[in-house]
């Protein structure tokens, strides 16, 4: 193992949010009529807004049109831009800063809208040196085009990369990209993170992640 450079999902990773976007998401759905359980948008983080909603219209055989989705992806906007309150994760600010020591690139890769995810990193103690939002693809995560993205500002392998997830369609993009992926156990169990190489509680994180590049042993 060769890691040369580390990329961190945003929500659920750096930041503990996802409970506001799926507190959010069930807020827009139930508006317009419909009710989900929690794990429906747990499962669909990291997708691109519009198709989370496609997605879960599908799941539940109801066709859906485009005034719809703008909709409910407005009102879940706007839910989430009024109420969310976050709180960052102590065990990654840590990590980060770690890595901004040692002079590791680190990226963050997220399906975010970017005013949020500035919003959030001027926040940090950390600069990050590459940083992809929603706003900057065509396909969001699962397709490996967020992490490919980032991959494209070095001239490292893929394999050289690590990824630092704790979803399913991000474990899903990131080694579609041709990343190691370490998941953690923030918002969803183990047996939702089995598609990553290696699966951690957010304690562990920089043991973890200090064992797996070779610059920080």
Known sequence: MNIK???FDMDGVIVDTMRHHVE??????NENGYDHEELVFYLREGMPGKNTIKDVFELSNVDVNKEMIEDIYVQK?????KHAQYDFIEETVSTLKALSKE?????????????????VL???????????TGDDVKEGKPSPEPYLLAME???FKPSEWLVIENAPLGIQSAKGAGAYCLAIETTLDEKY???ADQIIRPKDLLHSVRNLIKSME
């Open 5 to 7: 450079a580390v990329c």
């Open 24 to 29: 959010a998401w069930r807020h827009a759905f």
């Open 77 to 81: 906007r706007d839910y989430f831009k």
């Open 103 to 119: 002079q590791i690139p680190i990226a963050v890769v997220t399906g975010s809208r970017k005013e949020f995810v500035f919003e």
């Open 122 to 132: 001027s926040k940090l103690p950390v600069t990050f040196d590459i940083i992809v």
């Open 153 to 155: 500002r070095y001239s």
């Open 193 to 195: 993170l089995k598609e």
